[in-house]
């Protein structure tokens, strides 16, 4: 039953498709990731990649000819999504692998290029083992992004509802699964992008922009919000008066000095959010939170970028995980940290550390409200490698309060409504060693995937992990030098 699989999808390469005939995965204790209960000693019935059937063991019987696992003793829970990653070129070999290797089986790319496009093709194909992809369009953002002149990615700017209207229908006949709103948008080119969206029936999400109240985007019908930058303004009572700082912040896009940049940039930010904590504001919070859960708004809020950001003094040192990045990339990591947090006094690093815990309490406030919480990393930024790094956010949720059950929907059924997943698509799984409900670090405790209806089994997926090993290693550097800041992420921790 067993097949070999390799990974990098060269042309003699096998492939990655559903496992054919009948697979049959016995005595194991499946959690939905819903609220009902543990069911134990229970048989999956997968047929060419579908689940076909389930319930208690000792009442389904494998068919005759099927392929059966006894997985005594283990724990099957669905497939885990990220829902924030960000992409580069060349990485072909480890990037795509590596996400269903680690039990992530969707994923939502938040700057699309058509690399991505081209590997979502091949997976499709059966010829790349990856997850499954959903798509944002390149970012649409207000004069001057940010990111307009660095990262060599597609940005596209507008000043006025009519160019904003034709940057959505842009994005829609490139193929995007959604529009991604961006940070510098203004009040107008907002609203003719989300009438547009509505009219050309795609999903827009993306930052909340500065000149926007957080409010105003959820009854504007953004499916998702991303970060947690936005929603310090939105909770304090001195919302106006900060809301006119952060409009006075310049950045010079010419200045070829990406250090100073970058730099000037959070300096200038940074008292802001310090001013937004310190004037939080219960009653606000309530009511905007009430408001996000009334209109079915989801929050991302990339705890993992954060925490890299904001506790600089607890980065994460060099893991066995990292081998599965390229050596040149992980080289860039401390130099890019560096270039962002660097100049910061001894007393910006407090405040910047009791801000990263008072967003982990909006966490556990937005919980409690009932608002819609998905798991996303900003993997494609520094010290994060896909897949892996998924795991780090949920044990981030959990700290900051949320049960287990709940941090576990936030990676599966929850992100599965964001992102649209048909309910009739082959069939995404991970086997585990442990409980995630008794503790959640135990997701990264893998035994087994099924991504898209294949059945990869522990001595496969340590071969294919080890793949992707050489594979990172054998990885030349990019022809042109990395982005700078944060590289080809979102910038998402540049502006609110």
Request: hydrophobic residues 40%.
């Amino acid at each position: 039953m067993r097949t070999r699989h390799h990974t990098l999808g060269t042309a003699d390469t096998p492939t990655a498709t559903a496992t054919a005939g009948t697979v049959v995965l016995t005595h194991v204790t499946a959690l939905d990731g819903t609220t009902s209960r543990p069911r134990h000693d229970h048989t999956l019935v997968l047929r060419d990649g579908r689940l076909i059937d389930e319930g208690p063991s000792a009442q389904l019987r494998p068919p005759p000819g099927a392929h059966v696992v006894d997985l005594t003793g283990k724990y099957v829970i669905p497939g885990l999504i990220e829902s924030h990653i960000h992409t580069v070129d060349g990485q072909d070999g480890y990037t795509p692998p590596l996400f269903p290797l680690t039990g992530v089986t969707s994923v939502r790319e938040m700057w699309g290029t058509p690399l991505q496009h081209a590997w979502r093709e091949r997976i499709e194909a059966g010829t790349l083992l990856g997850p499954r992809f959903v798509i944002a369009g390149p970012i649409i953002d207000g004069p001057p992004s940010i990111w307009a002149h660095d990262t060599g990615l597609p940005v596209i700017e507008v000043a006025d509802a009519r160019s904003a209207r034709a940057a959505v229908r842009r994005v829609k006949r490139e193929g995007a699964d959604f529009v991604k709103v961006y940070s510098r948008l203004s009040p107008e080119a907002y609203a003719a992008v989300a009438d547009e969206s509505r009219a050309q029936d795609i999903p827009f999400a993306g930052h909340c922009p500065d000149t926007l109240p957080m409010a105003t985007a959820a009854t504007s019908g953004q499916r998702s919000i991303e970060h947690l930058h936005a929603m310090l303004l939105a909770t304090s009572s001195r919302e106006r008066e900060i809301r006119a700082g952060l409009a006075a912040v310049r950045i010079n896009p010419d200045d070829p000095s990406s250090t100073s940049r970058y730099d000037s940039w959070f300096r200038q930010v940074h008292p802001l959010e310090w001013q937004a904590m310190r004037s939080y504001d219960k009653g606000r919070a309530d009511r905007l939170f009430a408001t996000l859960a009334e209109n079915g708004t989801y929050v991302v809020p990339t705890l993992t970028i954060h925490r890299a950001l904001e506790r600089t003094d607890d980065l994460p040192t060099p893991a066995d995980e990292w081998k599965y990045v390229p050596g040149h990339q992980v080289e860039t990591w401390p130099h890019t940290w560096e270039a962002l947090v660097g100049s910061r006094t001894r007393e910006d690093s407090a405040r910047v550390r009791e801000i990263y815990e008072h967003r982990l309490r909006l966490v556990d406030e937005m919980h409690r409200a009932g608002v819609r919480l998905v798991a996303g990393t900003d993997t494609g930024t520094g010290y994060s490698v896909p897949g892996f790094s998924l795991h780090g956010e949920l044990g981030l949720l959990a700290e900051a309060g949320i049960p287990a059950q709940r941090v576990l929907q936030a990676a599966t059924t929850t992100p599965a409504q964001l992102l649209r997943l048909p309910k009739d698509r082959l069939a995404d799984l991970v086997v585990l060693d442990a409980d995630p409900l008794v503790d959640i670090t135990h997701t990264r405790r893998i035994h087994a995937v099924v991504n898209a209806g294949r059945y990869i089994d522990p001595h496969e997926r340590t071969d294919l992990l080890a793949d992707v090993a050489r594979a990172a290693a054998a990885a030349p550097p990019a022809a042109e030098p990395p982005a700078p800041a944060t590289g080809p992420g979102c910038a998402c921790n540049s502006a609110y």
